[in-house]
């Protein structure tokens, strides 16, 4: 590997180390470079800028690999639960078994909202989106617990607030499914396992008892795991840029829970759906939908495909698709949508045009066609990609303070006005 890299600049040569990563990959650490010359770099997206070093989640593109802590996404998603992959990622190892179930106890124990989080609920129209709800009153968690806004927090309260959000975002997201459907609220309950206990609150109702399916209970924590981290992703690196100012977790989340609101981002799932009942209401004829996204004359694209990072496939959707397969055979579900989703997924595993564009189904594709399976409603499918990148987020947030990484500020290309003087305004034109 070059040991530093060099920079030839109106005739002058600069140096720059190069820095490589435990699994060889390769960056040139820039942090001189405006002092030595002047100059900055840009890179519109951030795409080929590293903004830290993390030692939480790998990636590779072009592999299609995914690892949490080193570990490969397809054993967690088969072997492990989504609340011992949490704590894979927020403390950097597998829990020993008193480790894990005192990790699950705490989060049981802090399952509950505070009283008045209801009345805040009564101000939202009902037709509020999930995700405005879901983004508030998690900021809101800073006015029940003040003491979390300090930037001088040690380990037993930064653990305190990461228990506490951990267990209260899955009470919020049911709370605000009910809310939005007239429902009685459902109180979360300590019988049951995070996954069930948040179907208990999604799904129960009074006046009929609520049967938890195991078989959706295990689809559930595969989902969860599979979204639980995604190295720098737009959402977590919010969380991170927010963080950096030293603002709370739960500032910084809820920062994070609104980048992932947006379409081309968490919000890409619920488009899926979307879509697919687009197609259906004109008659589902996926041929010339199809069609549609090949003509470049037609602004038609095909959601959930493709990925801006994985460059053959999304080793998540390879998951997620068995599991849809599962669901979908095991609840025995003929959704007419489901039978449109494959026929688009089977257009873009055959057809050249998108093979060659690399427009493979990616994980939203898949995920929407479980949610809708085991009853989630289109509107709540962000929230749930919120719920399961949830811990990732706390991970990133905990590193990042932990190795004490100054306040993000980026800098700029001014292509502004030059200067000029102000002119009243009786004389302008
Ligand atoms: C994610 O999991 O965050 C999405 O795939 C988006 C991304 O990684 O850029």
């Given at each position: 590997m070059a040991e530093s890299a060099e920079l030839i600049l109106d005739g002058k040569s600069y140096s720059f180390p190069v820095t490589e990563g435990t699994e060889h990959e390769k960056a040139i650490d820039i942090a001189k470079l405006r002092d030595q010359t002047g100059y900055i770099t840009i890179d519109s997206g951030y795409?080929?800028?590293?903004a830290t070093k993390s030692a939480i989640t790998f990636l590779d593109g072009e592999e299609g690999i995914l690892r949490y802590r080193g570990y490969p996404i397809e054993q967690l998603a088969e072997q492990s639960s989504f609340i011992e992959v949490a704590y894979l990622l927020i403390y950097g190892k597998l829990p020993t078994t008193s480790e894990l179930q005192e990790f699950s106890n705490q989060i049981t124990k802090h399952t509950l909202v505070h009283e008045d989080v209801r009345k805040i609920f009564d101000?939202?129209?009902?037709?509020?989106?999930p995700m405005a709800i879901l983004s508030s009153l998690i900021c809101a968690l800073t006015a029940f617990?003040?003491?979390?806004?300090?930037?001088?927090?040690?380990k037993e309260e930064i653990d305190l607030n990461v228990i506490r959000l951990m267990a209260k975002l899955p009470t919020i997201a049911a709370w605000t499914y009910k809310n939005q459907m007239g429902h009685p609220l459902n109180y979360p309950r300590n019988d049951l396992d995070y996954a069930s206990n948040f179907l208990y609150m999604m799904f129960s109702f009074p006046t009929e008892k609520y049967d938890i399916d195991p078989r959706i209970v295990s689809a559930l924590n595969k989902l969860l795991i599979l979204h639980a981290d995604h190295e720098q992703n737009c959402s977590t690196s919010t969380v991170r840029l927010v963080g950096?100012?030293?603002?709370?977790l739960y500032g910084s989340v809820s920062a994070g829970i609104n980048a992932l609101w947006g379409p081309l981002h968490g919000g890409a799932n619920q488009e899926v759906l979307e879509m697919l009942q687009a197609i259906q209401k004109d008659g589902g004829d996926t041929s010339k939908f199809i069609a549609k996204a090949k003509?470049?004359?037609?602004?038609f694209r095909l959601m959930g495909?493709?990925?801006?990072?994985?460059k053959n496939f999304d080793p998540r959707a390879k998951i997620i698709k068995k599991a849809a397969d599962d669901v979908l055979s095991a609840l025995g579900i003929n959704d007419p949508l489901l039978k449109i989703a494959q026929e688009l997924e089977q257009a873009a595993l055959t057809d050249q045009y998108f093979i060659e564009r690399k427009l493979y189904p990616n994980v939203d594709f898949y995920s929407g066609i479980i949610y809708r399976a085991i009853g989630i409603p289109t509107e709540m499918f962000t929230v749930m990609f919120a719920l399961g990148r949830l811990p990732g987020w706390i991970a990133q947030w905990k590193e990042m303070r932990e190795n004490k990484e100054p306040i993000g500020r980026p800098r700029q290309v001014y292509t502004g006005e030059l200067e000029r003087d102000y002119v009243g305004i009786e004389q302008r034109s």
């Open positions: 795409k080929n800028t590293g101000g939202f129209p009902s037709a509020a989106h617990y003040p003491e979390s806004v300090s930037p001088d927090l040690n950096s100012a030293n603002a709370s003509d470049k004359n037609d602004s495909f493709g990925h801006r990072v994985y």
